[in-house]
């Protein structure tokens, strides 16, 4: 009884630890700064995308890298950071990682005939069809069944009436055009 108790309060200690989100390259991650001075935390306070090496850049700190750490480990290499720096003496913080895609740092671009043209927010797994109904869908006078997506220089044409193209997914810095339709309504 003694052993299960003890293995049971083993497990207890050792898997939450290990269940805690990572931190992923290419994400992002909230960062806010208690301890200090109310007119330094503006420095600090915000949304910092993690670069898809890993790595954040934090005033006065530079560098540090972040990929496959948990918020609060990172949360004290900060703090430490800060202290042995010597800019701040007891600085507190607290990370919000972007697990649950609530911070947008990433946009794609989305012009031609929708109804509302412009940057728009990248969500991580966004498809095609999500990314043209994020721009308010095509216009009467949008052809989707020759969507131009424009991705690391080269140009690809995709059909939104087929079901395999409205599932493509889309990435950060895509651009996506709908021309107009032919005078043959394609």
């Known amino acids: 009884m003694k052993i ?5 309060l083993f497990l207890m200690v050792i898997i939450p630890a290990s269940l805690q ?5 290419g994400g992002a991650i909230s960062i806010t700064i208690q301890g200090v001075p109310t007119g330094e935390q503006a420095r600090i306070n915000g949304g910092y995308p993690v670069s ?7 005033w006065k700190v530079g560098s540090i890298k972040v990929a496959g750490m948990d918020s609060e480990a990172l ?13 701040y003496t007891s600085p507190v913080i607290q990370i919000v990682a972007d697990s649950s895609d609530n911070l947008t740092v990433h946009v794609i671009t989305i012009g ?12 991580r797994g966004m498809t095609l069809y999500q990314a043209v109904m994020s721009a308010g869908g095509p216009t009467e006078f949008g052809a989707i069944n020759r969507i131009s997506l424009y991705r690391g220089g080269k140009r690809y044409i995709y059909d939104l009436n087929k079901g ?6 889309i990435y950060p810095r895509d651009t996506i055009d709908i021309p107009q339709k032919t005078v043959f309504g394609n």
């Open 21 to 25: 989100a990572q931190i992923e390259a």
């Open 164 to 169: 395999e193209h409205k599932l493509l997914k």
């Open 75 to 87: 949360a004290r290499r900060i703090e430490t950071a800060y202290r042995e720096a010597e800019i």
């Open 52 to 58: 898809e090496k890993g790595f954040i850049t934090m």
């Open 4 to 8: 299960l108790l003890s293995f049971t």
């Open 112 to 123: 031609g005939k929708v109804r509302a043209p412009g940057p728009k927010p990248y969500r």
